[in-house]
């Protein structure tokens, strides 16, 4: 299995900022991508933004020019920058990550998620 532990939510101003953080960590073969969705209350969850192991990044139109994902591989660590932070981005963020372990095939894996507010 792989455990994924995000950190960096919290409580931010309008305009401000924060950096989430998601850490994998098991008996992690590969990690194909890693990503960041949110849910708000009374709404789906959608996708953030994603990273896959050598490709582009992808954002949704929302975030973009706003936030940007990183990755360190070498800590099987995604990142998510979030600046000029709006109400709107106010929701629960979860990582994602799409990997394979020693025991089983390509699986998709979520983390408890972290709460972000955006609010004055």
């Known amino acids: 299995q792989v455990q994924l532990v995000e950190s960096g939510g919290g409580l931010v101003q309008p305009g401000g900022s924060l950096r989430l953080s998601c850490a994998a960590s098991g008996s992690i073969l590969s990690i194909y991508a890693m990503g960041w969705y949110r849910q708000a209350p009374g709404k789906q969850r959608e996708l953030v933004a994603s990273?896959?192991?050598?490709?582009?990044?992808n954002y949704a139109d929302s975030v973009k020019g706003r936030f940007t994902i990183s990755r360190d591989n070498a800590k099987n660590t995604v990142y998510l920058q979030m600046n000029s932070l709006k109400p709107e981005d106010t929701a629960v963020y979860y990582c994602n990550a799409v990997a394979t372990t020693a025991w089983t095939g390509r699986s998709n894996y979520w983390g408890q998620g972290t709460q972000v507010t955006v609010s004055s």
């Open positions: 990273i896959p192991s050598g490709g582009t990044t």
